[in-house]
């Protein structure tokens, strides 16, 4: 899991990254509100954990500024603020979890994974699903409508880095870097790219895959 975290306090910062890191995520720490949205437009990232209290601004006007620029990515809140009128404005403006300070990390863990579970369209631990098409990733399993589907390796690994970012687009080069690794080292080409996608939609059908001219393709999860 890759997380971005918005947090301007020095201890808990630190603290949360080691945590992020002792766990095997990779964590992108931001200690200012102005950064946020050029970082998020860079890269992906799996889930955000926002601190409300920062040095150049109000973090539920920070979230509502990254749904406004179309953001879907799920929010975790972190907030010494606890009254109930702070956290059904954070839910209002689009947080998806509200955890109050002073917090427990397992806790914090526990929500955040399921965080993110719910969003990318997960119905079970490492089970996701798009659609009629679902993927048990523990089994290296694909079924369309109960039926099974046969992949190869790198078909599975490249409807797999889809399903997990579902509703997400996904550029070329992220998917050639995530999917397609040659024995080199080196990504692999684009026409090899759009070969691999060409028969993935030919077993599991039309209207999962869905591509987006001149960037990526994407899994929209209840195509």
Not at 126 to 149: C, K, P
Not at 185 to 202: A, E, M, P
């Amino acid at each position: 899991m890759k997380i971005l975290m918005i947090e301007d306090d020095l201890a808990i910062g630190q603290a949360l990254l080691s945590v992020f890191q002792d766990e095997g995520h990779t964590a992108v720490w931001l200690r200012l509100a102005a950064d946020v949205l050029a970082r998020v437009r860079q890269e992906p990232f799996d889930a955000v954990v926002l601190d409300l209290n920062l040095p150049d601004g109000d973090g539920n006007e920070l979230l509502r500024a990254l749904r406004l620029d179309g953001v879907r990515l799920p929010v975790l809140i972190i907030s010494a603020r606890d009254s109930l009128q702070d956290r059904l404005k954070g839910f209002d403006l689009g947080a998806d979890d509200y955890l109050i300070k002073p917090f427990e990390i397992p806790e914090l863990l526990v929500r955040l994974r399921a965080m993110v579970r719910r969003s990318h369209g997960a119905i079970e631990e490492n089970l996701w699903q798009a659609g009629d098409v679902v993927l048990d990733e523990n089994r290296m399993l694909v079924t369309r409508a109960g039926q099974a589907v046969t992949l190869s390796k790198t078909e599975f690994a490249l409807l797999l880095t889809l399903m997990k970012q579902a509703n997400r687009v996904l550029t070329r080069v992220e998917l050639e870097r995530r999917a397609l690794p040659c024995a080199d080292g080196h990504s692999g080409q684009s026409q090899t790219l759009d070969v691999h996608i060409f028969n993935l939609r030919k077993k599991i059908g039309e209207g999962v895959i869905r591509t987006v001219r001149g960037v990526g393709y994407m899994v929209q999860r209840n195509a």
